[in-house]
């Protein structure tokens, strides 16, 4: 919808306010342009051109009676030679220029009696207009400025015999652009149609400039590690220096006005030898020797002409040609690499370069020289494509960056994504291991279960009924014991504290039958003050243990005796079940499942067990339980 937008209305409203500008008329053909032109040059002596000096001199009336008056055809002037002696003394002259106004011009039915003169520039002292010998206007308040100013004044109706009068020091020479006459609201037109070109395009690249360095320079302090955007930001400060040169009048302070040339004229070195540099770092050609040159030009440039040594040498037209060899240097450099390694931005810069170089010589061979004043200074314009070629290539640099940035994003969210799938997989994996670990351990638990408790129970059982001491009675009792075993198996009830005297009691009543039946006296030697142990799981565990040891004595020991002892032991409580039957050597005997499975009970409990045996001398298993596992047995006593 946005593009659709742009398209339909957009554009077609730019279309149009082109077409409007396209068709405004132009101001110049409304004016009659001056034919008629003699000049004649006045000797003036080596008088000084300083502020106390050029008023007295500019409004001094002219002795026409030494006039030499040749006829010339403007645009008219003295050329700038490329490096000139000036010292203060020089010879000075004033050219005088009589004007024979255009018949069409005065005549003219917009006029309405008010005729104005407009010319595209003077270059050279202030100039002064003269009409029927009395002075009617002098350029004294902004003469500095005047080389980039158009001249308008106006002219009384009626007037005869207009002169204009411009002082120059003869070996710097002067310039007299093409003059024109007319009404005067058409001159004010004309002036302000030149002016745009003359002082509000430097005046926008000035703007500009400055915008550009407030950019560059928070940029070159957040990216330290790039020096591209240093470059930037001094390059953008010479741009507006040297824009200043077209706008800035600094009449009437002749030193300030020294040094003020001073710096522009240096600034327009250093924004070459920085455009350069600029172009150098961002496409990355390492040429150290070549920079270090073209920053050893621009010291020694800025140097040597400092005004501090008031040298008489004026050599500005040479100074830009030494500057325009440097420059095609720096651009032999930079085309090299970009030929080699054509990008975008590298073929932009490149042009930008180029056409501000073109730019360059066009100002210096027209204006520069004051051969031909009615060209206009182009130079600022190649500043303006400078800027809109660097902010092309950082904004190029930019978008890619962040073309990258997204790429990159792009590849974590696919890598987080996959991962994420692959974590996915790995705990269902790990969900269905933990399952089947549940359930062998759930196996095994039953399975220990079933061995330790009913089978230590059917086993002994299996004893007494093999040697024919079993009554109805005790048969009872015992298959009501295994019920109740599997009974306490199978149920799920809710954790308890039991104390082990509660626990061992349950123990004794359930296998004292049986060891009675097999002739094995029991000896039960338990402190009545042993702590509860904690929980449903730890009773179990530790009942089970017993029982298997029991069964072992029931099933192997061939005893007569079993003893079992329980006391607390500093942070324990020691549990030991002693036979007096025949024993068995602990290293060399084979177990099956029931030793494994006390010692893992064991483990469960936080326990250690250790088996004391010989042969013939009886059996002693010894639990050492941590008092950690239980609390006070008055700790669970009702109130």
């Known amino acids: 919808m946005m593009w659709w937008a742009v398209a339909l209305v957009a554009l077609p ?7 409007v500008v396209i068709q405004a008329p132009p101001s110049l053909p409304q004016l009659e342009r001056v034919t008629q032109v003699h000049v004649w040059q006045e000797p003036l002596g080596t008088p000084l051109f300083d502020a106390p000096t050029l008023p007295s001199l500019v409004q001094r009336p002219p002795d026409l009676s030494k006039a030499r008056w040749e006829a010339i055809s403007l645009p008219h002037g003295l050329p700038l030679a490329a490096s000139v002696e000036l010292p203060p003394n020089a010879p000075k002259f004033r050219a005088w220029y009589r004007i024979s106004l255009p018949p069409a011009a005065v005549v003219h039915p917009a006029s309405q009696g008010r005729l104005a003169l407009f010319g595209n520039r003077i270059l050279g002292g202030p100039w002064a207009l003269w009409v029927d010998g009395h002075l009617q206007q002098a350029n004294l308040a902004d003469w500095r400025i005047q080389w980039n100013v158009p001249l308008r004044a106006a002219l009384p109706l009626g007037a005869r015999e207009v002169l204009l009068a411009v002082p120059y020091a003869q070996p710097q020479g002067y310039a007299v652009s093409s003059l024109f006459v007319g009404p005067a609201d058409e001159v004010d037109k004309a002036w302000r149609e030149r002016n745009l070109w003359h002082q509000d395009a430097p005046r926008l690249t000035a703007f500009i400039a400055l915008m550009l360095l407030l950019v560059a320079l928070y940029l070159a302090v957040r990216r330290r590690s790039e020096p591209v955007f240093a470059l930037l930001a001094v390059n953008a400060l010479y741009w507006a220096v040297t824009s200043l040169q077209y706008i800035h009048d600094p009449t009437g302070q002749d030193d300030l006005s020294r040094w003020f040339g001073f710096a522009v004229d240096a600034s327009v070195n250093w924004t070459i030898v920085l455009g350069c540099l600029f172009a150098f770092e961002f496409e990355g050609i390492r040429v150290p020797r070549f920079r270090a040159l073209m920053l050893i030009y621009a010291v020694a440039s800025t140097g040597l002409t400092l005004p501090l040594w008031n040298w008489n040498q004026y050599g500005l037209v040479a100074q830009h040609w030494i500057n325009v060899l440097m420059y095609l240097a720096g651009l032999g450099v930079l085309g090299f690499h970009v030929f080699r390694k054509p990008r975008r931005e590298g073929v932009a810069l490149l042009l930008a370069l180029v056409a501000q170089l073109a730019l360059g010589l066009h ?7 004051q051969t031909d004043p009615d060209q206009v200074f182009a130079y600022p314009l190649g500043v303006l494509l400078l800027y809109l070629a660097f902010m092309y290539a950082i904004s190029r640099r930019t978008v890619g960056a962040l073309e990258t940035a997204e790429r990159h994003e792009q590849e974590l969210r696919q890598r987080l994504s996959e991962q994420e799938q692959h974590l996915a997989e790995q705990h269902a994996r790990l969900q269905q291991l933990e399952v089947q670990r549940h359930l062998t351990t759930q196996h095994d638990t039953i399975m220990q279960d079933l061995h330790d ?19 109805p009675t005790d048969t009872l009792l015992l298959l009501q014991d295994l019920a ?3 009974r306490h198996m ?9 104390g082990l005297n509660e626990v061992l009691a349950e123990l004794r009543q359930r296998v004292q039958h049986r060891l009675g039946h097999g002739g094995i006296k029991l000896v039960w030697e338990v402190d009545p003050a042993l702590p509860a142990v904690a929980g449903r799981e730890t009773s179990q565990h530790l009942r089970a243990l017993l029982s298997e040891a029991i069964a072992n004595v029931i099933k192997h020991a061939q005893a007569t005796q079993i003893r079992l002892e329980a006391h607390a032991q500093g942070d324990a409580v020691l549990i030991a079940v002693t036979d007096n039957g025949q024993g068995f050597d602990p290293d060399s005997a084979e177990f099956g499942r029931g030793l494994p499975g006390m010692r893992q009970r064991a ?10 045996s010989a042969a013939q001398k009886g059996c002693r298993w010894v639990l050492r339980l941590p008092i950690s596992e239980a609390t006070p047995a008055e700790a669970v006593r009702p109130a």
């Open 13 to 19: 409203l730019a279309f149009f306010v082109v077409w």
């Open 363 to 369: 100002t210096l061979t027209h204006l520069t020289n």
């Open 453 to 471: 408790r009913l089978g230590s129970n059917l086993t002994s059982a299996l004893l007494q009924a093999r040697t024919g001491v079993l009554t």
């Open 484 to 486: 109740d075993e599997l």
């Open 490 to 498: 199978s149920k799920s009830t809710a954790a308890d504290q039991r």
């Open 603 to 612: 483990e469960i409990l936080g326990a250690t067990l250790n088996i004391e």
